[in-house]
């Protein structure tokens, strides 16, 4: 089945540092991929998306572009701030009406100024 | 729109009482998910409904779990009886095309 694999955390960084949290993925056909966020004490939130092959995903600052070729989509940001600690998570859809998101086991980041 | 509403936001109980916990969709949204969350498994699927269908339940973890779907407003995650290893956070998620989800802010459920 369809599956998600991101980086193990945490991810521990420095105010401005460059972030770079892996996720490669599994399925049988062509996926829409998803970066969610989540803040201390509250629900996932969409981040940024991708919903065909090279499209490119950005938001606050991040980016994740869709690679097919290497089945990833890694996110990315150049300069992060002690805001962003968060735990992010990779994630998936088939695109069929009524499928579920599958999402990775999530990262968590933790930025220190 | 007020979003997902989830309730309780926090809930304890004691080993073997029921629970029930509520979400309350976006209005429109067509499908609805129930996850649960804790540090040992990460984001877990329970169940989703497709058009208050139960679509896929090969996530909850037993007999104890139950959910309904009503109507396309309304759901419920049920426990009976609850145990402590049943702590965790529950989330639920309205999606109304085949990608975006919207979470609810979650509960808190603590079995003692």
């Known amino acids: 089945g369809d599956s998600v694999t991101q980086m193990e955390g945490p991810v521990t960084l420095s105010e401005e540092a460059f972030l770079t949290i892996n996720c490669t993925y599994t399925?049988?056909?062509?996926?829409?991929l998803f970066w969610y966020v989540q803040y201390p004490g509250e629900g996932l939130q969409l981040l940024l998306k991708?919903?065909?092959?090279?499209d490119k995903g950005s938001n606050k600052g991040f980016e994740a572009t869709y690679r097919k070729e290497t089945t990833s989509f890694h996110l990315e940001k150049g300069s992060v701030q002690v805001s962003d600690s968060a735990v992010y998570f990779c994630a998936l859809s088939d695109r069929k009406a009524g499928t579920a998101l599958i999402f990775g086991k999530g990262t968590t980041l933790s930025v220190s100024s | 729109d007020a979003g997902v509403i989830q309730s309780p936001r926090h809930e304890v109980t004691e080993m073997g009482q029921e629970v029930t916990l509520r979400c309350k969709p976006i209005s429109g949204h067509n499908s609805l998910f129930w996850y649960r969350q804790t540090m040992m498994r990460g984001l877990e699927l329970l169940i989703y409904f497709n058009n208050n269908v139960p679509i896929d339940d090969s996530g909850m973890p037993e007999d104890r779990f139950s959910a309904k779907m009503p109507n396309a407003s309304f759901s419920t995650l049920k426990i009976q009886p609850s145990e402590p290893r049943d702590s965790a956070v529950y989330f639920c998620a309205s999606i109304i095309r085949e990608d975006e989800a919207f979470f609810g802010q979650g509960t808190r459920l603590t079995v003692v």
């Open positions: 991708a919903t065909k092959a090279d």
């Open positions: 399925a049988t056909g062509y996926p829409s």
